[in-house]
């Protein structure tokens, strides 16, 4: 768990308030994950460290779909990690799987710069 203010734990109950209302403001991405999941645990470490150098650009929160798993039926998370980036309470954009930290890296920077 982070102590970032930008990298937050989501729930079904709380996406509206933690991803939606958010995205008016700044990118968010949605990283849909597992306690099992292998690749997750890769790319999670490497979405906190690049969300938190950023200072606030852009913001992460992490839905557990073993224990939330609404909002990954309604954006049909078929598989895990996923990476959903929110503008404007709309998903924008994703990647699915632990990809390079340099892709990672592009990921967001694009989505920094869709609200330039």
């Known amino acids: 768990m982070s ?10 109950a709380n996406f509206v308030a933690d991803v939606i209302d958010p995205s008016s403001d700044v990118p968010v991405l949605v990283d849909f994950w597992a306690p099992w999941c ?8 490497i979405l906190e460290r690049l969300v938190a150098a950023q200072g606030g650009k852009i913001k992460l929160v992490k839905v557990n779909t073993e224990d939330h798993p609404g909002i990954a039926g309604q954006l049909r998370v078929m598989s895990i990690p996923m990476v959903f980036a ?15 930290e340099s892709k990672v890296t592009e990921f967001i920077e694009t989505q920094i710069e869709r609200f330039a």
Do not use: N
């Open 3 to 12: 102590d970032d203010k930008h990298i937050t734990e989501g729930t079904d």
């Open 86 to 100: 929110f503008k404007d309470g709309k998903p924008v954009d994703a990647f699915k799987g632990a990809i390079p």
């Open 38 to 45: 292998g690749p997750c645990k890769t790319l999670m470490p």
